[in-house]
């Protein structure tokens, strides 16, 4: 027995009822019972959960792309529960994005680093030039509208029937009334603000209308004839109408119809008879099938199984919202036969993010800009990779064997997006994008070598140490043995 509040005696029922008994805040299946849920403190323990998966060991041994692998696989998935049932504050949902976010770019530890992309862009999704990692605050709205699915197609579950009882919303079969001004479960009133934006694709499929409220359900895309025609559903005779109390059908055979018999308890005058002409005109194009035949169901707009999901949701609540970069190419970045690091790397190079001598300059340090490779013109993203007459002779040698296609362009963005193979086998297109990210991956290493090291190598060792990594990850993956990657490349003409 859990008392809520100052209960006298305590002892005394936890006896009559002969179990034990424990004051609030407590807690059943890991959620907090009586505990304020918008406090910050109740979050504590999934923070710290949150903190403890990042051991110092894990930013010691890995690169950015295995962080954020990490951020995306682990810590993504680690206040799922909670946001299952509850909404997070506005500042526990800061905390768990300033850990992800110092996380990827810092690592654990106690040194910061700044970090290179906006987080917003980070946020984006891969194919807008993100990374797709999860925006928390919708992550947890599309969490909590999977509650509002069950309560309009679960109808014989107890949980349901006891929501229902407490809130519910007129005649409606469908939703629920939403709970303000401190009326009701907090729990419960968290989740039906969601309404709103659970109703831009979900869609009841009236069918013969039966439990389907004319004026107050979502039986037409997005809204209900109340909020679309809120004058004309003001002077309605019966605002509480079902579907089939105003539908009529007439004629027989294939030529019959369905006519609206609607009444209006008030004259209506200017605008509200202009309202009302563009309300029957709506109602007349209705398709006359979708709302005669068949039992009523709720449908969801964005699967083709109209069943809800959360990622449909959670992309609905994202879309538009993070801006990345107009026809990134994502498909030629993110390569499954390439490891994470290089992939990782090649996505902030395709940004124009990575730090080379001008970017330094850009973040205030004052030290000369000249690129170490040719020693004669200013160091940029484009200068090193696509310009530089070190990074040409790979090139080179690149194009001499696998022909012309594989060539930069003026512009590291552009080289991406137009590296494809002459040969049409789909084979040595995937060999060719490994290519491309070990090149780069290469020229840069090269860089470092030189300005941290004091070392150096020819071009043409920096390109073979790039098809021997080719090889090496193709091998890795498991679908190839070595004498098959140097079959393919013969064709390529690597002899």
């Known amino acids: 027995m859990i008392t809520v509040g100052d209960v006298a005696i305590p002892e005394f029922f936890a006896a009559t009822f002969g179990c034990n008994w424990s004051n609030e805040p407590s807690k059943y299946l890991g959620f907090p019972l009586g505990a304020k849920v918008n406090a910050i403190s109740t979050w504590d323990p999934i923070i710290n959960k949150f903190e403890q998966r990042l051991d ?45 976010r110092r996380f990827l770019w810092s690592g654990a530890g106690d040194n910061h680093k700044t970090p290179l992309i906006k987080w917003e862009i980070c946020k984006a999704s891969i194919e807008n030039g993100g990374l797709g990692i999860r925006d928390m ?14 309560y309009a197609t679960e109808r014989e579950s107890w949980w349901r029937q006891l929501i229902e009882f407490k809130y519910k919303a007129s005649n409606s079969q469908w939703q629920s009334k939403q709970c303000r001004n401190g009326f009701g479960s907090s729990v419960w009133a968290n989740i039906s603000k969601e309404y709103g934006e659970f109703w831009k694709v979900a869609v009841i499929d009236p069918g013969g209308g039966a439990g389907v409220s004319f004026w ?121 036969s390439i490891p994470s690091k290089i992939n990782a790397f090649m996505w902030m190079v395709a940004h124009k993010r990575i730090l080379t001598m001008d970017k330094i300059q850009q973040r205030g340090c004052s030290i000369a800009n000249r690129c170490c490779m040719c020693c004669r013109d200013e160091e940029s993203v484009d200068h090193l990779f696509t310009r530089c007459e070190f990074g040409l002779e790979i090139w080179t040698e690149v194009r001499r064997m696998c022909g012309d296609s ?90």
């Open 56 to 100: 110092g060991w894990k930013s010691r041994f890995l690169s950015f792309g295995g962080r954020l692998v990490l951020n995306k696989s682990t810590l993504s998935g680690q206040p799922i529960y909670f946001f299952s049932l509850l909404r997070a504050p506005i500042g526990v949902l800061n905390r768990f994005e300033a850990i992800q």
């Open 137 to 150: 605050a919708c992550f947890n709205k599309a969490m909590l509208s999977k509650w509002l699915w069950k």
């Open 216 to 336: 107050n359900d979502c039986w037409l895309p997005q809204t209900t004839l109340a909020h679309s025609f809120p004058r004309v559903a003001a002077a309605a005779a019966n605002p509480e109408a079902l579907l089939p109390d105003v539908i009529s059908r007439s004629g027989e055979g294939p030529n019959w119809n369905i006519e609206w018999n609607i009444d209006f308890s008030l004259v209506l005058r200017g605008g509200a008879e202009r309202e009302r002409e563009s309300f029957f005109t709506l109602l007349n194009s209705i398709d006359k099938h979708r709302i005669v035949c068949g039992p009523s169901r709720l449908a969801w707009c964005s699967n083709p199984d109209s069943s809800f999901s959360v990622r449909s949701m959670y992309r609905l609540l994202t879309d538009g919202r993070f801006h990345g970069v107009p026809n990134f190419p994502s498909e030629s970045v993110w390569r499954k």
């Open 406 to 495: 594989f060539a930069p362009q003026e512009q590291i963005l552009d080289t991406i997006k137009c590296w494809k193979s002459d040969v049409p086998d789909t084979t040595t297109d995937w060999i060719g994008f490994c290519i491309l990210h070990a090149v780069c991956w290469q020229i840069w290493l090269e860089r470092n070598r030189r300005v941290f090291q004091d070392a150096s190598r020819s071009a043409k060792e920096v390109f073979w140490i790039a098809i021997r990594s080719t090889a090496d990850w193709l091998v890795a993956k498991g679908k190839i043995s070595r004498i098959q990657v140097m079959e393919w490349l013969r064709p390529l003409r690597l002899n």
